[in-house]
C-alpha cells in the first residue's frame, strides 16, 4: 500500500447504527486531518491530529468521534448520525504542520449515506 | 474568519488553449498556498505548491503568487481534456501554529473541450 488508504470506500448507514471509518497513511506524515465534503460547499476540516495528539476538534458534533492510536492510523467513529451528515469523509496526511509548508495527501475518501 | 474566494465558473476552454484560474484570501498572513485538482467522484491530489512571489512552473501548469494583492493564480497551458475537472485552491493561514490548517475554496470548475 502506498500514500494514504480509507476503508470503507462506501457507506450506507441508518441513523441508529454505529460504524468506523478507518484511515491509514503509509508516508511516514506527522499529522493526520478528517475533513468532510458536502455538495457545494468548501471542504471542512473537523479533526486535526499532530503526533498522535489531537489538536482540533473543529466545533465538530459529538456524534463523530476521532480516535488516533498511532501516527499512521486514524478512526472516525460514528454513531446516530442525521441524514445531512451525507458526504464524502476524505482523510489526509502532512509531513510537518508547524513548518509553514504543510503540503497535504488525500485518501480516495469514504462516500458516507445516512438513510 | 479567514475566507479563500474562487470564481465559481464553470470555466470552459477549447483543446489547447490557456485556462487561467483565479483565487483571492483575506488573511494578509499567509503563508502557503495550494493547487488542488478534483476529478468528480474522486479526492482532491495536489498538483502546485507556492510560497513566495512570483512564478512556479512545473510542466503545464504555472502558478503566480502575489501577496500583496492577497491573489494566486494557476494557469494551464495547452489543456487538454484529461484536465477538465474541480481545481480547488488552499491556504495555510495560520503562522506559528501547529495545526497546520488548510483554508479552501469552493473550487472553479473546468471543462477542456476537443
Known amino acids: 500500500e502506498t500514500g494514504v488508504t480509507q476503508t470503507p470506500r462506501h457507506l450506507v448507514m441508518g441513523m441508529t447504527n454505529k460504524k468506523s471509518l478507518k484511515c491509514e497513511q503509509h508516508l ?12 457545494k460547499k468548501p471542504l471542512e476540516l473537523m479533526f486535526v491530529y499532530n503526533f498522535k495528539e489531537q489538536t482540533e476538534n473543529n466545533s465538530v458534533p459529538s456524534r463523530f468521534s476521532p480516535e488516533c492510536p498511532n501516527s499512521s492510523h486514524l478512526f472516525l467513529h460514528l454513531h446516530t448520525l442525521q ?12 509531513q510537518d504542520p508547524a513548518g509553514g509548508y504543510n503540503e497535504q495527501f488525500f485518501g480516495p475518501g ?3 449515506t445516512v438513510l | 474568519q479567514k475566507e479563500v474566494e474562487q470564481n465559481s465558473g464553470p470555466l470552459s476552454v477549447p483543446e489547447g488553449a490557456i485556462a487561467s484560474l483565479n483565487c483571492t484570501y483575506s488573511d494578509r498572513v499567509s503563508q502557503s498556498f495550494f493547487w488542488y485538482r478534483q476529478y468528480s467522484g474522486k479526492s482532491p491530489e495536489l498538483i502546485m505548491s507556492i510560497y513566495s512571489n512570483g512564478d512556479k512552473e512545473d510542466g503545464r501548469f504555472t502558478a503566480q503568487l502575489n501577496k500583496a494583492s492577497q491573489y494566486v493564480s494557476l494557469l494551464i ?4 481534456p484529461s484536465d477538465s475537472a474541480t481545481y480547488l485552491c488552499a491556504v495555510n493561514a495560520d503562522r506559528g501554529s501547529t495545526l497546520g490548517r488548510l483554508y479552501f475554496g ?9
Open chain 1, 28 to 39: 511516514g506524515h506527522n499529522a493526520m486531518y478528517w475533513y468532510k465534503q458536502s455538495a
Open chain 1, 83 to 94: 441524514p445531512e451528515d451525507s458526504a464524502l469523509y476524505l482523510c489526509a496526511s502532512s
Open chain 1, 110 to 112: 469514504t462516500r458516507l
Open chain 2, 77 to 80: 497551458r495547452d489543456s487538454q
Open chain 2, 106 to 114: 469552493r473550487g472553479t470548475q473546468l471543462t477542456v473541450w476537443p
